[in-house]
Nanobody, 111 residues
């Protein structure tokens, strides 16, 4: 099983970033996938999830600003992040409770 995140970087408040997660080594289309994040000095928190049927769920802190999606043909999960705030600064991980998580990608929101 391999989960590889990409797309992180520096964004200004109010800006946008799109994260990607490339999955391999398992039957991707059958699994729900989530994005987690770990802010500096804090524990990891759940951000959002997408089921195998593409039903989505979001934490209250990102609802209306973030959009999770998946492409089963490409074994990819995406996270579109809009209207970013400094509180979104964190390492973002692609994850599944049974399969684990990737190494993460850093997102920094700062002017």
């Amino acid at each position: 099983v391999q989960l590889v995140e990409s797309g992180g970087g520096l964004a200004q408040p109010g800006g946008s970033l799109r994260l990607s997660c490339a999955a391999s080594g398992f039957a991707f289309s059958r699994y729900a996938m989530s994005w987690l994040r770990q802010p500096p000095g804090k524990g990891a928190e759940w951000v959002c999830g997408i089921f195998s049927n593409s039903t989505t769920r979001y934490s209250d802190s990102v609802k209306g600003r973030f959009t999770i999606s998946r492409d089963n043909a490409k074994n990819m999960v995406y996270l579109q992040m809009d209207n970013l705030t400094p509180e979104d600064t964190a390492i973002y991980f692609c994850a599944n409770p049974q399969l684990g998580r990737g190494r993460g990608t850093q997102v920094t929101v700062s002017s």
